[in-house]
């Protein structure tokens, strides 16, 4: 691991060189040269908005932490790579800083812009716009008396990473903290911890690849929610190899990889979590006496022999065609058996010796973004094997077609294109697709963007027909999303003003060619595609050549995020979709048809907070067989997540659940409909947008909110009618009633721009208690919650504020769900708000939580009683006493599982989840199926057994009997 990658100087005049014939330095490791390294850095940003510092061999010592901004890359180079060497006992390193989230010293610290004096560093943090920034073949060394030292801080997006790295923490407190993206061929040595995590910025799952732990004093990986694939790692001498830090969930998947002298392998949190999902495959022990151990409930699987083969363990929620509902499973299969090294051999490539790189602008090629390139370029691949791209925008109006050998380098898709002229006019008109890049067989493509615009309608970005041979890394499909203004490195908006069409007017959403199609197969990481022009951001069809893909991102797309169609024996390694309001509401994260042998280990599937509308499955598959998603994750900070998981066309298999350690389409069961039981329940009316926010009153009759369209519909208790209450010019998040039966109506009322009260602009501010969900930082910040009822003329009347404690209420009002994925639950569920509504009846109050603005259902109690509401970012449900003034007290988890609604109802406790489940003294005794998933429900009628429910296709209305479920 510790070979340099580049083993010679890298030409490139758009590059900045950190060397004495520019900088005020040595690299005798004697000088420090901490502040021209950061001069350095900063000055790839001040001339060219984003870019490359070359370092080459030697030692450089640094006192103080470098800021890397966004997309700026240190690359080192020589026969040895450079090492950066921190001060013994440099200033600060070995005391807390406590005014930090980790509490740590970072030598590299990954921001998201240049750090100026006066900057607040913490806010400026990589973030999920942080897009493109790495550091590659260096080594580090954390020197002595550091004890606080952390080698890099990553909480960057896409396209960045760590790779080709040693990093020697010894008395320092880790080499990483806080993981991003990806990261390749990474040594740590000694040290308290290998890297200390929490949540990947964007929340996406962490990819990496060929690694080694060695001599940690606590753990090799200290971590929270951070989604971790690991591949091939090898670990040695170290306490545990993963700890999971107490009260958080962790999605882990570990595969080829070796542990020697390792007490612990594995140390969990939370076992019953929904989200808690371990999947450990062909991994070899060597004197480790624990395999899992789980703090929470103290449970150990404990290894009996001295070398041990671990072939599979699964732990989390199983799924498959054959058992579509949920099942909690931990099973491990393991044997005795010698370590196969081999397991640790890497599959990826390697780039060929720097002096034999051909310099394209060296040899007739501009780059200058308006030049044609294109007939040079042509000429190159006819003449040369390893062609080297500086950086720069080659702008080319034709297929560049590789040799079966070619060979590109690039070392920043950023900065360095390759740009299809839009209407260039091979790629016009209307028929089959036409590649812009077509490769041959054995071809490396390596560091380039790829760009095909947005008028170039029979466009395929990259047409990929390589063998096994054939390897793709660090690809970014540029077109709409992740573009970075040229010469500033400012995030270009890809949306018009109102976010809800294209910036240019002139490019055509969902026209072009996906944007990668594979016809062969090989090795394929660090790809990127967020382009509403194209149909899809990757198509593999018409291959049983094996491919893999390492760490893959997928966004934007209008219709499909993968397809694949005719693919046999693919493994996809951390996946993530996401898709945007404008164009992706209707957009299908995975399509797969006629597929066999496929897996998709780490499966992230996200829609943005602007997203309004439900979709129904997040992955379709069409006569395929043997497909496994491994640790499947599907959330969203809004409550339009994709309604299920996955649907099997053929079989009419329905897999709903939205979390799961393992989903299997094992393709033999036949098809599948479901006939109705009568004792199941039955759809009263359909033909809503998506109802929601089902409440009974005292009468037993239900009503419902759909927000969509901004009404409230009631049914009646006794007939079933149903009738509309009332229609709102604002949006309606939930409804309840006061002591007297009357409703209460929680909506949201959003400023109009330049609105002014008393003369003076009216603003928003964001409450406290805001800031532990992504929800109030990314949603409308004009936004505000806004309590009503009706007065007799069924007309808004607005509801006072009291000051809490004021009175003592004889009714509580709370939200039902929470989505705080700043994994505060608990603690909010204490917050203490000043004030409250209160209702027409004097005795009902409302506090002021900003988590009213988001729940789609209340929770109502009194003083005294206990209250109920989900956990949405863990699936769990809480339970809470009200005190004497309205407050919620002695918060704790009852049930591990929940997606929006509980009710208390006879001493019985119910949960949506993928069915309705009824919890009785902490068990499950019984379990509704409902044809469409539920979202919210409640016990009315007249005589107070009937179930409502409000589901994605409709309301459902069932008879139930509460008190059989006495013991």
């Given at each position: 691991?510790k070979?340099?990658f580049?083993?010679g100087?890298?030409?490139d005049e758009?590059a900045?060189?950190?060397?004495?014939?520019h900088?005020?330095?040595?690299?005798?490791?004697?000088?420090?040269v901490?502040?021209?390294l950061q001069?350095a850095v900063?000055?790839?940003?001040?001339e060219?908005?984003?870019?490359?510092v070359?370092?080459?061999?030697?030692?450089?010592?640094?006192?103080k932490?470098?800021?890397?901004?966004?997309?700026?890359r240190?690359?080192?180079?020589?026969?040895?790579?450079?090492e950066?060497?921190?001060?013994?006992n440099a200033?600060?390193?070995?005391?807390?800083?406590?005014?930090d989230?980790?509490?740590?010293?970072y030598?590299f610290?990954f921001?998201d812009?240049v750090?100026t004096?006066?900057?607040?560093?913490?806010?400026?943090?990589?973030?999920p716009g942080?897009?493109y920034?790495?550091?590659?073949?260096?080594n580090?060394?954390?020197?002595r008396?550091?004890?606080?030292?952390v080698a890099?801080?990553?909480?960057?997006?896409q396209h960045?990473?760590?790779?080709?790295?040693?990093i020697?923490?010894n008395?320092?407190m880790?080499g990483?903290?806080?993981?991003?993206?990806?990261?390749e061929?990474?040594?740590i040595?000694?040290?308290?911890?290998g890297?200390?995590?929490?949540?990947?910025s964007p929340?996406?799952?962490?990819?990496?690849?060929?690694t080694?732990f060695?001599?940690?004093?606590?753990?090799?990986?200290f971590?929270?929610?951070?989604?971790?694939?690991?591949?091939?790692?090898?670990v040695?001498n170290?306490?545990?190899?993963?700890e999971?830090?107490d009260?958080?969930?962790e999605?882990?998947?570990v595969?080829?990889?070796i542990f020697?002298n390792?007490?612990?392998?594995?140390?969990i949190?939370l076992?019953?979590?929904?989200l808690?999902s371990?999947?450990?495959?062909n991994?070899?022990l060597e004197k480790?006496?624990?395999?899992v151990?789980?703090?929470?409930?103290?449970?150990?699987?404990?290894n009996?022999?001295?070398c041990?083969h671990?072939n599979e363990?699964?732990h989390?929620i199983?799924?498959?065609d054959?058992?579509p509902?949920k099942?909690i499973?931990d099973?491990?299969?393991i044997?005795?058996?010698q370590?196969?090294?081999?397991?640790?051999y890497t599959?990826?490539?390697?780039l060929?010796?720097v002096?034999?790189w051909i310099n394209v602008k060296k040899n007739?090629?501009?780059?200058d973004?308006?030049?044609d390139?294109?007939?040079v370029?042509?000429?190159l691949i006819?003449?040369?094997?390893y062609?080297?791209?500086?950086?720069?925008?080659?702008?080319?109006t034709?297929t560049?077609?590789l040799?079966d050998?070619?060979?590109?380098?690039g070392?920043n898709?950023?900065?360095?294109?390759?740009?299809?002229?839009?209407?260039?006019?091979?790629?016009?008109?209307y028929?089959?697709?036409?590649a812009?890049?077509?490769?041959?067989k054995?071809?490396i493509?390596?560091?380039?963007?790829?760009?095909t615009?947005g008028?170039n309608?029979?466009a395929?970005?990259l047409?990929?027909?390589?063998d096994i041979d054939s390897?793709i890394?660090d690809?970014?499909?540029?077109?709409?999303h992740?573009?970075?203004v040229k010469?500033?490195?400012a995030?270009?908006?890809?949306?018009?003003?109102?976010?809800t069409?294209d910036?240019?007017?002139?490019?055509?959403?969902d026209?072009?060619?996906p944007?990668?199609?594979v016809?062969g197969?090989?090795?394929?990481?660090?790809?990127w595609?967020a382009?509403?022009?194209?149909t899809a951001?990757?198509t593999?069809e018409?291959?049983?050549t094996p491919?893999k893909i390492?760490?893959?991102?997928?966004?934007?797309?209008c219709?499909?995020?993968?397809?694949?169609?005719?693919?046999?024996?693919?493994?996809?390694?951390?996946?993530?979709?996401e898709?945007?309001?404008?164009?992706?509401e209707?957009a299908?994260?995975?399509?797969?048809?006629?597929?066999?042998?496929i897996?998709f280990a780490?499966t992230?599937?996200?829609?943005t907070i602007?997203?309004?509308?439900?979709?129904?499955?997040c992955?379709?598959?069409?006569?395929c067989k043997?497909?496994?998603?491994?640790?499947?994750h599907?959330?969203s900070q809004?409550?339009?997540?994709i309604?299920?998981?996955?649907?099997?066309?053929?079989?009419?298999?329905?897999?709903?659940?939205w979390?799961?350690?393992?989903?299997?389409?094992?393709?033999n069961?036949?098809?599948?409909?479901?006939i109705t039981?009568?004792?199941?329940?039955?759809?009263?009316?359909s033909?809503?947008r998506?109802?929601d926010?089902?409440?009974?009153n005292?009468?037993?009759?239900f009503?419902?909110?759909?927000?969509l369209?901004k009404?409230?519909?009631?049914?009646?208790?006794k007939d079933y009618?149903l009738?509309?209450i009332?229609e709102s010019?604002?949006k309606?998040?939930?409804?309840?009633?006061d002591?007297?039966?009357?409703?209460i109506?929680?909506g949201?009322y959003?400023?109009?721009?330049n609105?002014?009260?008393?003369?003076?602009?009216q603003?928003?501010?964001?409450?406290?208690?805001?800031?532990?969900?992504?929800?109030?930082?990314?949603?409308?910040?004009?936004?505000?919650?806004?309590?009503f009822?009706l007065?007799?003329?069924?007309?808004?009347?607005?509801l006072?504020m009291?000051?809490?404690?004021?009175?003592?209420?004889d009714?509580v009002?709370?939200?039902?769900?929470?989505?705080?994925d700043?994994?505060?639950?608990?603690e909010v569920?204490?917050?203490?708000p000043?004030?409250a509504?209160?209702?027409?009846?004097?005795?009902?109050?409302i506090?002021?939580h900003?988590?009213?603005?988001?729940?789609?259902?209340?929770?109502?109690?009194?003083c005294?009683?206990?209250m109920?509401?989900?956990?949405?970012?863990?699936?769990?449900?809480f339970?809470c006493?009200?005190?004497?003034n309205?407050?919620l007290?002695?918060?704790?988890?009852?049930i591990?599982?929940?997606?929006?609604?509980v009710r208390?109802i006879?001493?019985?406790?119910?949960?949506?989840?993928?069915?309705?489940?009824?919890?009785k003294?902490?068990?499950?005794v019984?379990?509704?199926h409902?044809?469409?998933?539920?979202?919210?429900f409640?016990?009315?009628?007249?005589?107070?057994d009937t179930?409502?429910?409000?589901?994605?296709?409709?309301?459902?209305?069932?008879?139930?009997?509460?008190?059989e479920?006495?013991?």
């Open positions: 691991m070979t340099s580049y083993t100087k890298i030409e758009s900045i060189y950190f060397d004495a014939d900088f005020n330095i040595s690299n005798d490791g004697i000088v420090d901490s502040d021209e001069k900063n000055m790839v940003v001040e060219y908005g984003y870019g490359i070359f370092v080459p061999e030697g030692k450089y010592l640094l006192s932490t470098i800021y890397i901004p966004k997309a700026v240190i690359i080192g180079y020589g026969e040895k790579r450079p950066f060497i921190l001060k013994d200033l600060n390193f070995n005391i807390s800083k406590e005014d989230k980790g509490h740590f010293r030598l610290w921001v812009r750090v004096e006066g900057t607040n560093v913490n806010a400026n943090d990589a973030n942080t897009f920034s790495a550091m590659s073949n260096v580090i060394n954390l020197g008396e550091n004890d606080y030292a890099f801080r990553t909480h960057y997006a960045a990473f760590l790779a080709h790295i040693t020697n923490v008395s320092g880790a990483i903290y806080d993981v991003g993206n990806e990261m061929d990474i040594e040595v000694g040290g308290n911890y890297i200390i995590t929490t949540k990947c929340g996406w799952p962490f990819v990496m690849v060929d080694k060695e001599n940690q004093k606590k753990a090799a990986i971590t929270r929610e951070a989604g971790l694939t690991i591949v091939r790692t090898d040695k170290v306490p545990q190899f993963v999971v830090q009260g958080f969930f999605k882990l998947y595969e080829d990889s020697k390792v007490d612990k392998l594995l140390n949190a076992e019953n979590n929904s808690t371990i999947y450990v495959k991994c070899y480790c006496n624990v395999i151990s789980y703090k929470d409930t103290e449970n150990t699987i404990d009996k022999y001295d041990a671990i363990y699964i989390g199983t799924a498959s054959e058992y509902e099942q499973k099973i491990l299969y044997g005795e058996k370590i196969d090294y081999n397991v640790l599959d990826l490539k390697t060929p010796e002096k034999q007739g090629l501009i780059g973004g308006v030049t390139d294109t007939k370029l042509k000429e006819e003449k040369y094997t062609l080297y791209f500086p950086q720069g925008e080659y702008l080319l034709d560049i077609k040799k050998d070619t060979v590109i380098i070392l898709p950023v900065s360095t294109k390759f740009i299809l002229k839009d209407n260039a006019e091979r790629f016009t008109g028929g089959k697709g036409i812009f890049i077509e490769s041959g054995s071809n493509l390596f560091g380039i963007g790829i760009e615009g008028k309608p029979r395929i970005g047409k990929w027909n390589g390897y890394n690809v970014k499909m540029f077109g709409g992740g573009n970075l010469g500033t490195g995030f270009e908006m890809p949306y018009n003003s109102t976010r069409a910036s240019n007017p002139e490019r055509m959403w026209y072009q060619y944007s990668i199609v016809n197969g090989g090795v394929i990481k660090d790809v595609s382009s509403p022009y194209v951001g990757i593999i018409n291959t049983d491919g390492y760490c893959m991102s997928l966004e934007h797309h219709r499909h995020e993968l397809l694949m169609n005719n693919v046999k024996n693919w493994t996809i390694y951390g996946i993530q979709t898709e945007e309001v404008a164009e992706g209707f299908r994260p995975i399509e797969l048809h006629n597929c066999e042998d897996t780490m992230y599937h996200f829609r602007f997203v309004n509308k439900p979709y129904d499955y992955v379709k598959t069409f006569d043997n497909i496994s998603f491994i640790n499947a599907n959330f809004m409550k339009y997540t309604d299920n998981y996955l649907l099997d066309v053929n079989s009419n298999v329905e897999i709903r659940t979390q799961a350690t393992k989903i299997d389409i094992k393709g069961v036949g098809r599948n409909i479901r039981k009568t004792n199941e329940p039955q759809k009263l009316y033909g809503f998506f109802p926010g089902g409440i009974c005292q009468k037993g009759d009503y419902f909110v759909d927000s369209d009404k409230i519909y009631c049914v009646d208790g009618k009738t509309e009332f010019p604002y309606i998040n939930s409804v309840g009633f002591t007297n039966d009357r409703i109506i929680v949201e959003v400023i109009p721009k609105a002014t009260v008393d003369g003076k602009k603003e928003n501010i964001l409450p406290s208690d805001s800031y532990g969900t992504s929800y109030g930082f990314w949603y409308n910040r004009d936004a505000y919650t806004i309590v009822t007065d007799n003329n069924g007309e808004m009347q607005p006072d009291v000051e809490m404690g004021k009175i003592e209420p009714r009002i709370y939200p039902g769900n929470r989505w705080r700043g994994s505060d639950y608990k569920l204490g917050y203490k000043e004030k509504w209160i209702a027409t009846d004097g005795k009902t109050i506090p002021n900003y988590d009213l603005i988001r729940s789609n259902n209340l929770s109502i109690s009194s005294g009683k206990k109920y509401s989900v956990d949405e970012m863990y699936k769990r449900v339970e006493t009200v005190d004497k309205g407050y007290i002695n918060p704790n988890v009852i591990e599982e929940g997606d929006y609604c208390n006879k001493d019985n406790i119910l949960v949506g989840d993928d069915d309705i489940k009824i919890y003294n902490g068990k499950i019984k379990s509704i409902v044809a469409s998933r539920p979202s919210t409640d016990i009315g009628g007249t005589n107070k179930l409502f429910i409000t589901a994605r296709d409709g309301i459902y209305v069932a008879k139930i009997d509460l008190e479920n006495d013991e």
